[in-house]
């Protein structure tokens, strides 16, 4: 763990704390062999008060720091957390002992993609995709672990996603892989069963195309809303990689990666941001591949009611549609067919604004060599 103060000035990019105790701040360790720990992500719980009581509850978990990730121990992972509490100069207490966090009942083989978020009520809730290895990482379920008491119990609140067709490693015409499968948030207002809202986006595959589906739960994970498709593209072709969350009056947002849109024309001025090399494999269109369809990227944004009632239809986000393949890292070595446009898709929302961060290899004047550059979108919660 490493912590930047809040005392830290601007120009002082080295003011991070990375020490706990005199010795590295190391949350777990592990041994070379057959483990790596991944997928670590954290969260803290910033409610002082608890909801109710004139504000004068004090909230028991209130800086709370929870960090989830799992070990891959020969390639089958398993999932943890351990909770620590904040201090106002930016150190913490000890970090408690690696708990194992429950599996759902018939899960497949191996549970991963934790993202962890706070209630009103301090409660902590996260999801878990299954996969099972040995059956070609087909098909993965998505349940919702729950802590009331500050993470040091937990148990299963329920199953988002009994099944949901992944989609290839390897995206259609394309060589880069598939990220994150799905995405959680939790809602901020109490909803009408009076528990707050779960929120569960994902990839879905079974229509031959990725599709991006959306599911709630009004009581604490128990029972979830018949799935609906974020995506409103005519033609089929890959929407992925979700990334929700939700704005301060209960409004839910799902950006997503989105490839409805055919890349430029040979002769456009943004067609000279188009791959040039040889041929992908599994794509059998033109090279450069002017007008192809399902191949270039967009971003896309989705909004909604606490209720999940659509407001207006998906907006693009990006300016200019970019190339994939325009100098995409090789994340397994240098000469694999496999490349990367990175895993995690930001989203936020400051005010009344939303605020996305994503790739783009597009060139605007300032990315002459089309490299992967990150990506800032803001725009106005309808």
Known sequence: MSVRPHTATPSAATNWITTHNGHPDIVASYDSIGNEPDKQWMTIDTNEFLPGGNGKIKNPNFNNVYLMWVDFHNRVPLPFVSVANANSDGTHSDWSKPLSLPLAPHTPQGATYLLPHVTPDGSIYTTITGFNPKKGYCCTSIFVDKSTDGGQTWSVA?????????????????????GIENTF??????????????????????????????????????????????????????????????????????????????????????????????QKPGYTGPVPPYGATNYCVNASIQFYGPTLTPLRNNIRLTQQTWDPQLNSPHPGRPGGVETFIGDYFGNITVGSDDVTTFVSTYNDGTNPDNRQQQVIARIAIP
């Open 158 to 178: 329920g199953t988002a996603v009994p099944t949901a067709i992944p989609p290839p490693l390897i995206y259609a015409n394309t060589t880069f892989r598939d």
């Open 185 to 278: 948030t939790v809602g901020n207002h109490l909803d009408g069963q009076g528990s707050y809202p779960l929120y569960v986006a994902y990839e879905d595959y079974s229509a031959g195309v990725g599709n991006v589906l959306l599911t709630a739960s009004y009581d604490g994970g128990s029972t979830w809303s018949g799935p609906i498709q974020v995506n409103d593209n005519a033609s089929p072709v890959d929407e992925f990689q979700p990334n929700l969350t939700t704005a301060s009056d209960g409004k839910v947002s799902v950006a997503f990666y989105d490839r409805r849109l055919a890349c430029p024309l040979s002769g456009s001025a943004a067609g000279i941001n188009l791959d040039l090399s040889a």
